[in-house]
């Protein structure tokens, strides 16, 4: 499988590097399998690229079904150290489905975000705090009542009209959908997309 980058950001990793995050990743389920544990990555030996701290989404898919998703949104080690244990976590420890199996692995498709840094957002109404993202290109995280939701770029495809963007990241977070919630804080981002295509 070659990578490819999508249009939710404007790539800033080569494709040499790309590929080797996509191979670290499928490395560190297959690890997963063998061990019990994530592929343990040597940061003294990574690119000044690869070895920045910044947040990750590692999202597994299936037959085009979602398999698996595990990220940060605030980044705690480096890059491709970091994308090795959510690999290992999109695969083995997402709640609401099974640890993948063996005769699972090669149907994965691998699916890296990249994040920017997040951005606070000010904001009057929801309809003013959905003004100010742009559709296909901003994630958003919400933070409330000691909730928080994610929503990555990508998830626009499927829901494109802003306030039903909105309120499924409220629903997800478990913050009412359909009226304003006090001390309600946002914050957009963007992310570099690395997907393996046939």
Known sequence: MAPSTSLESPGVLGPEQRR???????ASIRHGLAHGRPLPVDPDALSPELAAVRGA???L???GRLRGCVGRTRPCRPLAEDLADLAYG???????????????????EIHLSLLTVPEPVAFSSDADLMAQLTPGQDGLILEGGGRVG???????????EPMDFLGQLKAKAGLPRHRPVEGLKACRF??????ETD
């Open 150 to 160: 994610v929503f990555l770029p990508s998830v626009w495809e499927s829901l494109p």
């Open 57 to 59: 989404f590692v999202t």
């Open 190 to 195: 963007q992310t570099e997309s690395i997907r």
């Open 20 to 26: 080797l995050l996509l191979g670290i990743a499928r």
């Open 90 to 108: 999109a695969a083995f420890r997402d709640s609401r489905f099974l640890p993948v199996t063996a005769e699972e692995l090669d149907e994965l």
């Open 61 to 63: 898919t299936r037959r």
